[in-house]
Each structure stands twice: as C-alpha cells, then as structure tokens.
T-cell receptor
Framework: AQSVTQLGSHVSVSEGALVLLRCNYS??????LFWYVQYPNQGLQLLLK??????LVKGINGFEAEFKKSETSFHLTKPSAHMSDAAEYFC???????????FGKGTTLSVSS | DTAVSQTPKYLVTQMGNDKSIKCEQN?????MYWYKQDSKKFLKIMFS???????INETVPNRFSPKSPDKAHLNLHINSLELGDSAVYFC????????????FGQGTRLTVV
C-alpha cells in the first residue's frame, strides 16, 4: 500500500535560511508524489508534483523537490525562506488505483526574522 | 472566480443533528472528493466520486453520505452527528486521467457540541 512519512512535525528556520522539509514514500508501483501547502484557515494549494518525468521538480514560490528512487525520498527545499512561507506543508502520494491522495502527517514551518 | 467552493465555512451544531455541506467546482473536472482533517491536521480521504463510480473509504461511518446532483456538485450529508465528527472537511476535484492532482476548497470547520 502507498504511504508517505514526513520527518519532523515542526521545522523552524530564520528568514533567508535554507528550507528543507523531508518526505519518504512507500509505493508498490511507480509513485506520483505531491507537495501541498496550507496557510492558516485555508485550503490546500499545490506546490509541485512528480509524475515520472524530470526527477528535479520546480514548483511555485521558489520551492523545488527532488525525487530519489534509491532513497525513496521526495524532500522539499527552498534556498531562502521568507516570512510568508510559514505554513503547514503536506507530502502526498497517489493511491494505487489513482483515485485519491494519501497524505503525510504534515510539517509546520515557522520562519523567524 | 473560486475554483472549488464550499458552504458553509463554519458549522456549529448539536449532537444528534443532521447537517449538509455543499461543494461546487467550476473547473469542469469529472472527479470530486471529500477529505477530513482532524484536530492534529491529519488529512484522510473519505470519498471519491465520478459519474461512474463512488469509492468509499471503508473506515467512514455510514452516517456520512455523498450526494451528487450533477457533475459540478458533491454534497456531504451527515446524520446523527457525534462529537467525534468535529473536524475540517475539504472538498476537492480533479480531472480523470490526471495523476490525482487535486484542487481543494477552503474547508468547512464542523464543530459538534
């Protein structure tokens, strides 16, 4: 069965520092992987997705993620954090039937000035 | 123009009541979903539905039922509400054939007292 594990429920960085949010996946088939962001009291917004094309995926707001099959990872990075990046981030994998998303437990990103 | 809209945004009700949450999408998608986000922010699929098939997560109580009057709407009916039903409910939609990249509504915060 498909699953994702997000390492670290809370990550704190300073403004301008590197952001690294970790996600490992388990999948019995080639996975489709996603990162979503949720700002307070809002819905989820897609940051980026991996669909078996390029292993380095660029998303919105300067985020990117690299698919590493050997490590079963899909970590999210951003070179320089902004205060506006503070939010909840979810890694997700498409279920085997391709009918729904299976989410990780989320990582809260805090950015301090 | 809101792509996926839900009403109401907040819903406070007493135990035992029956309530509905409405969802509409104007993206022309043919698959819609309901997800539940609990107090720990964990997101879990409840239903996925297109004009061919309703897929129910087996852990969802049968007090919950999706109803789709047409392709652009998927409403969620909940009977005999319980305290444990308190959560944020998200509607989402996607295009069949895409790798389940979903567009989410803003969520409905349901509080059962």
């Amino acid at each position: 069965a498909q699953s994702v594990t997000q390492l670290g429920s809370h990550v704190s960085v300073s403004e301008g520092a590197l952001v690294l949010l970790r996600c490992n996946y388990s999948s019995s088939v080639p996975p489709y992987l996603f990162w979503y962001v949720q700002y307070p009291n809002q819905g989820l917004q897609l940051l980026l997705k991996y669909t078996s094309a390029a292993t380095l995926v660029k998303g919105i707001n300067g985020f990117e993620a690299e698919f590493k099959k050997s490590e079963t990872s899909f970590h999210l990075t951003k070179p320089s954090a902004h205060m506006s990046d503070a939010a909840e981030y979810f890694c997700a994998v498409s279920d085997q039937a391709g009918t729904a998303l299976i989410f990780g437990k989320g990582t809260t990103l805090s950015v301090s000035s | 123009d809101t792509a996926v809209s839900q009403t109401p945004k907040y819903l406070v009700t007493q135990m035992g009541n029956d309530k509905s949450i409405k969802c509409e999408q104007n993206l022309g998608h043919d698959t819609m979903y309901w997800y539940k986000q609990d107090s720990k922010k964990f997101l879990k699929i409840m239903f996925s539905y297109n004009n061919k098939e309703l897929i129910i997560n087996e852990t969802v109580p049968n007090r919950f039922s999706p109803k789709s009057p047409d392709k652009a709407h998927l409403n969620l009916h909940i009977n005999s509400l319980e305290l444990g039903d308190s959560a944020v409910y998200f509607c989402a939609s996607s295009q069949e054939g895409s790798p389940t990249e979903a567009f989410f509504g803003q969520g409905t915060r349901l509080t059962v007292v």
